[in-house]
């Protein structure tokens, strides 16, 4: 596996748009381009476990040295590629410009870490609230950072950046349940999964589709109840940063809506959004409605 830093990767969501305010464009960046090379080491490739848990730890150990060492640029084993110098480098300046906080760094790495120990176990989310707390850790510390960078910290507005932050993800992880699945991981609660008549245990492929498709419809109305609680936040920031949340609002509800117009089968297909949907991302964000109670 190639450990990289990459900022190429396709994204449903826009990372750092001509929207983001310019003053600190390159700290959305740089947390975007840590993020990435976290997740990169989690999911790409085919490292073992072992392999990858002792990458995370490599990037657990620079943040610690950025964040409390003697100021020097952390560096990793011969292993790891020269491209991790200027993500350290990015974001040493961030944090540095910033202040930013560490917590919520170390909080993604720990998701990302739980993603590698369970897939390595088979291990399941059992229910709901346990999904949930996946996300506290995996999306949420992601909208804390941009709450600090735009120098707002009232506990309404975090709670609605939590919801926000937990809808992207929910969504993230329903579109790419076919991808998923043949990672040999499964974010879908082992709960629903009996509710649709499904046995966890069983091997995916033999599951059925149409039973399938209405746990996945399960979880796309959690995600739309999140979504729609933290509808308030762009109108509440305002500002070119309130848009760019409108913009990426916009593009959740509209994969919301094309996995409903597909049936909720994912597994078998996973939502794009392409050049030609910009003109009716612009005029769902410049409408601003919540989404459909329903997900649709």
């Known amino acids: ?12 969501f826009p990372v750092a748009s001509v929207l983001c305010p310019p003053r600190w464009r390159a700290a959305v960046v740089a947390l975007y381009r840590f993020a990435r090379t976290a997740d990169d080491v989690a999911d790409e490739g085919n490292a073992p476990p072992e392999a990858r848990l002792a990458a995370l730890a490599t990037l657990r150990d620079g943040l610690l040295a950025l964040w409390h060492g003697d100021g020097r640029l952390p ?13 350290w480098t990015a974001l040493d300046d961030a944090r ?27 291990r399941r989310y059992r229910d709901a609230a346990e999904l ?19 120098g707002v910290g009232d506990t ?13 993800q929910l969504i993230n992880l329903w579109q790419d349940v076919g991808v998923d699945l043949a990672r040999g991981r499964c974010y879908l609660p082992d709960a629903w999964l009996r509710d649709a008549g499904l ?6 492929a033999t599951w059925d589709d149409a039973r399938l498709a209405r746990v996945v419809e399960r979880g ?31 593009g ?43 997900g649709g």
């Open 252 to 294: 959740a509800a509209t994969v919301l809506a094309r996995i409903a117009a597909w049936g909720y089968r994912t597994r078998q297909r996973r939502p794009r959004l392409h050049p030609w949907d910009t003109a009716g991302l612009l005029w769902r964000a410049w409408r601003w409605q919540p989404p459909a109670v329903s």
């Open 220 to 250: 796309c109305r959690l995600a739309n109840e999140h979504l729609r609680y933290g509808w308030r936040l762009p109108r509440r920031i305002g500002g070119r940063f309130g848009w760019e949340l409108r913009l990426v609002g916009a």
């Open 1 to 12: 596996m190639a450990w990289g830093s990459r900022i190429d990767h396709y994204e449903n």
């Open 132 to 150: 949930l707390a996946y996300c506290e850790r995996s999306a949420n510390p992601v909208g804390r950072l941009l709450l600090h960078l735009a």
């Open 199 to 204: 046995r966890p245990e069983a091997a995916p």
């Open 96 to 122: 540095r410009r910033h202040a930013l906080p560490l917590a919520p760094l170390l909080a993604l790495l720990e998701a990302f870490e739980q993603d590698v120990r369970w897939t390595a176990e088979g």
């Open 75 to 87: 560096s990793g084993p011969p292993t790891l590629p020269g491209a991790w110098v200027g993500m």
């Open 156 to 168: 309404t507005a975090q709670r609605e950046s939590d919801a926000w932050c937990t809808a992207l």
